[in-house]
Each structure stands twice: as structure tokens, then as C-alpha cells.
């Protein structure tokens, strides 16, 4: 597939195959990613990696559950999305039965990092796309994947921010586009400065 392809045929993936993912697919996903550019070459990011659906399930679970009493960690839109989508299907998981998880890490919280690691995040997507696998960032588990507990039995430093949680699998259907609305676009036309009058020699 090429970079044009991948761009435009990526889509939020909700529905995964029973198909494991293995740990090459990952190290290959996350090589893509650390090619993305950061500030002054400051390569800001790591990763930490849950396998296997079981697991993932286990996560999904609890970062619900935690959601469910502490919806003022998430904007108003972000509460009403998740209530609407618990209310529709109570059996809703955080992340989709997906056979693995990604979690993209700043490792301060300056926001510079974070920037980078959302480009870093971006690069894992569209890699995934160029080799037939499907992904979703899922935000709605940023605020308990932060908790400092949830961090240290991940192994992840305290210090560290997760920035993009991917969960990644082998799509059970692409979906259908949305399609994009035309980008707005301001050309900006350059000022032209006023050109100093130069005084003729008569006039000095």
C-alpha cells in the first residue's frame, strides 16, 4: 500500500477477529513511530504494550468501571458520548475486545512532548493501516491509565504521561469513510511595507 493509500483508507476500528497480534507486528509498529519528528530532535516518547485479549478485556473493564463514578474527569461532550454509549449497550467495552493495546508515553508533561507523541501516535496508525491492521485511539481511558497506580503496575515511571492509548487488531470489516469536509484555508496575501522615501542630495 502506498503512503497515499494508507493515508486515506485508515479508519477508528471497533470490531476485531479473534486473531492474536504478536510481538513482531508491535516492534515493527513502533520503529514507524519513533520516525516521527519532535522538537529539537528530543525524541520524547516510549511505550508500554498489553497483549492479549484477555487482558486487554480485564483493562477495559476496570477503566469503565472507574469512569462510571468519576465522570468529571472527562469534558461534558466526552461524558455525554460515554453515558449515551453505556446507556445503548451496557455490555460496551473501552476497548472493543481488541487483541492488543498501545499506549504512546510522554515522558514529561510538557506539552511539547506530548505534541510529538501525538505525531508518534499518528505514525503507529498509519502503519498499522499499511499492513492490514486496524486501530482506535481510545481517550476515554487517558484519565485512568494516568492514575498513579494504574501507571506503577504497568511498570510505567510516575513521571511519565500517557498520551495516546491504540488498541490494534485485525479488523473484522473496514469501515465506510465519513468523509472530510473541505479544509478551510486562509491564503494570506504578504503586506507590502512602505518603502522609505530616500531624500535627494538637493535636500540635505
Known sequence: MNFTDALKKRRAVRQYTQAAIERPEVEALINAAIEAPSAMNLQPWAFAVILGRENVDSYAM???????????????????????????????????????????????????DMEDCCLAAENLM????????????IGFARPWLNLPEVKAELGVPEEYRVVAPIVLGHPVTWPESHGRKPAEVFWIRPVQAEQPQLARVSEL
Open 126 to 137: 498509519l502503519a498499522a493501516r499499511d499492513r492490514n491492521l486496524g486501530t482506535c485511539w
Open 62 to 112: 476496570r477503566a469503565k468501571a472507574w469512569l462510571a463514578t468519576h465522570l468529571s474527569q472527562l469534558s461534558s461532550a466526552a461524558q455525554r458520548r460515554l453515558e449515551q454509549r453505556i446507556h445503548e449497550d451496557p455490555d460496551f467495552t473501552l476497548f472493543y475486545h481488541a487483541p492488543a493495546l498501545m499506549l504512546v508515553l510522554a515522558k514529561s508533561s510538557e506539552a511539547q
